[in-house]
């Protein structure tokens, strides 16, 4: 299949003081124009819509000769939790299904969120309020609420902790013994750690994350984490840097009385959490332990390569939840993805962005299709022009 698309998004977005020095109205509205021609996953017509992308309002208090801070909004707008881990503005599922812009993503706002956020020295709190912009065919009328409170220890080391909590949700669990399971009533606790790089010279970073599931409503025991170690040569030309990281989601063990398998909420990000392209339209998050071991070069200032390696296998052969045909896994083995990211900023206003990865399955997509999958590629390229 190959086809183009692309987007236009227009709108009107601003700031203005509206209490003294210290106090700040902003807000924006757009509207975005998604368009593709030509064959992709779901259809060949040419094929546009319009929608609202952007329309919410907040306050920001922020005086200029102190370090504390205030923000508040509300309405269609953004919201990502650190890297996407948990919750990303690329995570659900607005994009899918027959609408245009399929690998674009264009559609990005949440369908309402309200954000409460404030800093007090090396203290911050984020507060949240989440209706995910959900394809309304599969609409699962999921509300996610949470708190992010995170401390700045040192210029290079930042400490948080995350609650989040589902009141309200449509989705449900499957497992083996067929009980009715709801999202709704779901609880998350993650804690967070990063250890910066020096900005200006050779230097390691770290970072790691663990999240724990339970449930209101039925034993519930999950759990998912990463830890990320890197290089970068500052000084080097090229300024070549490598990292490994190391992420797993649990899946459910069906010889126990709870429910094991990790809810990825609305984890997400093509450059953090995709976790490879081409594979990615096969596999879940859920029940999966991934390597990935990644180079990337900035052979100018406006030229950015990246290199990944992916390595998939699943934490149970149990795998209800996920695609239907891997349901039931005859092999820990998902497979392998290389992928190579081009970011090239042309000038001020042109931003260009390539993809490809090739996916190889591995003994468990090799089973589930009778010996019959081979190799698939990916290949994708975008460009940005703001104006």
């Known amino acids: 299949a190959s086809w183009a698309e692309g987007f236009v998004q227009i709108g009107v ?14 807000g924006a509205l757009s509207g975005i124009g998604p368009g593709s021609v030509g064959q992709d996953i779901f259809r060949d017509d040419l094929r546009a819509t319009f929608d609202l992308e952007l329309a919410y309002a907040g306050l920001l208090y922020a005086p200029r000769d102190e370090r504390h801070r ?3 909004s509300a309405g269609r707008q953004n919201f990502t939790l650190n890297s996407g881990f948990l919750i990303s503005q690329f995570g ?21 969120a309200f954000l409460a956020s404030g800093r007090l020295g090396d203290w911050s709190a984020q507060a949240f309020w989440l209706d995910p912009n959900e394809y309304e065919p599969i609409e699962s009328h999921t509300r996610v609420a949470g708190l992010n409170l995170r ?15 589902v009141p309200r949700s449509d989705t449900r669990y499957l497992a ?44 519930m025991a999950a759990w998912a984490g990463y830890a990320e170690a890197g290089w970068i040569a500052r000084t080097t030309p090229w300024t070549p840097s490598i990292s490994y990281r190391l992420s797993s989601f ?52 406006k030229l950015n390569l990246t290199f990944d390696v992916y390595k998939h296998t699943a934490n149970e052969n149990n795998n209800l939840g996920a695609n239907p045909a891997l349901g039931t896994l005859a092999s820990r083995d998902l497979g392998e993805e290389i992928q190579l990211t081009v970011r090239w900023a042309l000038s001020q206003r042109l931003f260009l962005q390539g993809i490809a990865g090739i ?27 703001g104006f």
């Open 92 to 112: 659900s599922q607005w994009n899918a299904g027959p609408r245009p812009g399929v690998y674009m993503s264009p559609r990005t706002a949440h369908d309402f």
């Open 176 to 219: 083996p013994d067929a009980r009715p399971r709801l999202r709704e009533g779901l609880w998350t606790v993650a804690g967070h750690a990063h250890r910066g790089a020096r900005p200006d010279a050779p230097g390691a970073w770290l970072e790691a994350e663990l999240a724990y599931q339970w449930h209101d409503d039925f034993p």
């Open 70 to 72: 205030f923000k508040v």
């Open 250 to 301: 649990s899946g459910d063990d069906p010889d126990t009385s709870r429910y094991e398998r990790f809810d990825t909420l609305y984890s997400g990000g093509l450059d953090q959490w995709l976790q490879g392209i081409s594979i990615n339209k096969v596999l879940t998050q859920a029940n999966r332990r991934t390597h990935r071991v990644r180079l990337n070069i900035a052979p100018n200032p």
């Open 359 to 385: 996916a190889f399955p591995g003994a468990a997509i090799e089973d589930a299709t009778e010996g019959n999958a081979e190799p698939w590629d990916t290949a994708q390229l975008q460009l940005f022009w």
């Open 151 to 165: 401390r700045q220890t040192t210029r290079r080391w930042a400490l948080d902790g995350s609650l989040i909590y």
């Open 13 to 26: 977005g601003g700031v203005t003081p509206v209490g003294g020095d210290d106090l700040y109205g902003f």
